[in-house]
């Protein structure tokens, strides 16, 4: 398994980092690993909506990866999953106040399944790149407006 984490602080209030973040649709806008994203279950964000993002893959090509939230504490915490046959993703948003904006967390964890899972030893390496792009879009998409 591999594991990502950043820290991020941000000037926006704790509700509008957790409401900007919580879209999981709109995770395009910062992380280029993210080609495209719809909510495909639920009329907004909370447990039970679905969210289909298009994931850049390892060598070039992309693949659909469905979302689903299994936890939302607005404005603190929500955590969404998606499995495939190749991979398991659980992310994990934390969101704090801290002095006049907040720091958000973002936790990420990545295991490759089936025949996949002989990749797992080398997946950290990657994965540690491909995180530190998609933090450096975090920290551009809040900022305040």
């Given at each position: 398994?591999?594991?990502?984490?950043?820290?991020?602080?941000?000037?926006?209030?704790?509700?509008?980092?957790?409401?900007?973040?919580?879209?999981?649709?709109?995770?395009?806008?910062?992380?280029?690993?993210?080609?495209?994203?719809?909510?495909?279950?639920?009329?907004?964000p909370?447990?039970?909506?679905?969210?289909?993002l298009?994931?850049?893959?390892?060598?070039?090509?992309?693949?659909?990866?469905?979302?689903?939230?299994?936890?939302?504490?607005?404005?603190?915490?929500?955590?969404?999953?998606?499995?495939?046959?190749?991979?398991?993703?659980?992310?994990?948003?934390?969101?704090?106040?801290?002095?006049?904006?907040?720091?958000?967390?973002?936790?990420?964890?990545?295991?490759?399944?089936?025949?996949?899972a002989?990749?797992?030893?080398?997946?950290?390496?990657?994965?540690?790149?491909?995180?530190?792009r998609?933090?450096?879009?975090?920290?551009?998409?809040?900022?305040?407006?």
């Amino acid at each position: 398994m591999a594991h990502y984490e950043v820290t991020i602080a941000s000037p926006l209030s704790q509700q509008e980092a957790f409401e900007r973040l919580a879209a999981v649709e709109r995770f395009q806008e910062w992380d280029p690993g993210v080609s495209a994203g719809k909510q495909i279950e639920g009329d907004r964000p909370g447990v039970g909506a679905s969210f289909e993002l298009e994931v850049k893959g390892f060598v070039g090509n992309s693949l659909p990866l469905v979302y689903k939230t299994t936890s939302f504490d607005e404005p603190f915490r929500f955590v969404i999953v998606a499995e495939s046959k190749a991979l398991r993703s659980d992310d994990v948003i934390t969101v704090v106040e801290a002095g006049s904006g907040c720091e958000v967390t973002y936790a990420a964890d990545l295991v490759l399944l089936g025949l996949f899972a002989i990749g797992n030893p080398l997946l950290g390496l990657a994965f540690d790149r491909i995180g530190d792009r998609a933090a450096a879009g975090l920290r551009t998409f809040l900022e305040a407006d």
